[in-house]
């Protein structure tokens, strides 16, 4: 080959460019500061009535009209004119015992009915099942006439559960036991394999004995969730109670402190205030100790 050939030849580059590498990140969101800034306004509004509230149970003049965002003083005077002027620590006990045990029978009735509905096949199920959907969308209120009508001639004859006892307004609240509270149990009793209760049967167990023993401790998350929604909302309920419970001792937290700042709003606003965060010592002491279990029951029973 000629040295005029090899030249005509093309040549080929024998070395590439080295590539480029790209930025590095730094990992830091430049918009980041707007969600902050979203967040602290939302603490501010939602933590603005509680501040509030408290400020005004401290603040040594005790009404409306000297109440301030930061109070001059502080002082427990609010306490002795709240405890003197009604019987608070009557109501506090009314109401722990109304909603304690509402509570409890609420859900014992909420999931042996969910119970029935997830295991067992029978005529009426589903009918049954969409009948309480649809009770659920009926207000509460418009039960009211009947039972003051019932409880009243029901007094009667049995005093002990008639007006004025937390007895009988426990099984006014009993009425709606089952409710929208049998959706949320039998989903979560879905997510329960029926391979153990079937198990549990070939070896001799009754549906008593695999619901107490077997069933009821697998559940317990929701159990909790359950209890507590219960819970809190006969702690709060106001408009049966109110017209159940005419006594002054037989009166909850919720109708007594309402009397409370109807009788004179501006002399016992700093009382009723105190009162306000007395009353809401358990249900936050209640959500502290079971957090873990209410995430658990929300989310676990929301899927099959």
């Known amino acids: ?49 509680i501040w509030f509230i408290v400020a005004a149970a401290l ?22 004119d709240l405890t003197d ?43 049954g099942l969409m009948t309480l959907l649809l009770i659920q969308m009926f207000p509460s209120l418009l039960t009211f006439v009947a039972l003051l009508r019932m409880f009243g001639e029901l007094g009667e004859v049995i005093p002990q559960i008639g007006f004025n006892t937390a007895a009988g307004l426990i099984l006014a609240y009993l009425g709606g036991a089952m409710g929208g509270n049998v959706w949320l149990l039998k989903g979560y009793f879905d997510t329960v394999p029926k391979e153990l209760d079937e198990a549990a049967k070939v070896d001799g167990a009754s549906h008593a004995r695999i619901f107490f023993r077997i069933t009821l401790p697998l559940i317990t998350p929701i159990l909790v969730t359950v209890g507590m929604i219960q819970f809190i909302g006969l702690f709060n309920e106001f408009l049966l109670a109110s017209v159940f419970l005419r006594d002054v001792d037989a009166q909850t937290l919720g109708v007594g402190l309402n009397a409370l700042l109807t009788a004179d709003r501006n002399k016992y606003f700093g009382a009723f205030c105190f009162g306000a965060v007395l009353a809401s010592a358990p249900i936050v002491l209640l959500y502290l100790a079971f957090q873990k279990q209410l995430v658990g029951g929300l989310t676990a029973g929301s899927v099959k």
Do not use: E
Request: hydrophobic fraction near 45%.
């Open 1 to 49: 080959m000629t040295a005029d050939a090899a030249s005509a030849r093309p040549t080929t580059a024998t070395s590439t460019a080295a590539p480029t590498r790209p930025p590095k990140s730094t990992g830091r969101d430049p918009h980041a500061w707007v969600r902050y800034l979203a967040i602290a306004v939302a603490l501010v509004f939602a933590l603005f009535p």
């Open 59 to 80: 603040n040594p003049a005790g009404n409306l009209n000297t109440t301030q965002w930061l109070p001059d003083g502080i002082s427990l005077s609010n306490y002795s």
């Open 85 to 127: 002027a009604r019987p608070f620590w009557r109501w506090y006990q009314n109401t722990l015992v109304i909603a304690g045990f509402g509570s409890l029978f609420a859900v014992f009735i909420g999931v042996c009915a969910a119970y029935a509905f997830s295991r067992l096949r029978f005529k009426g199920r589903r009918p």
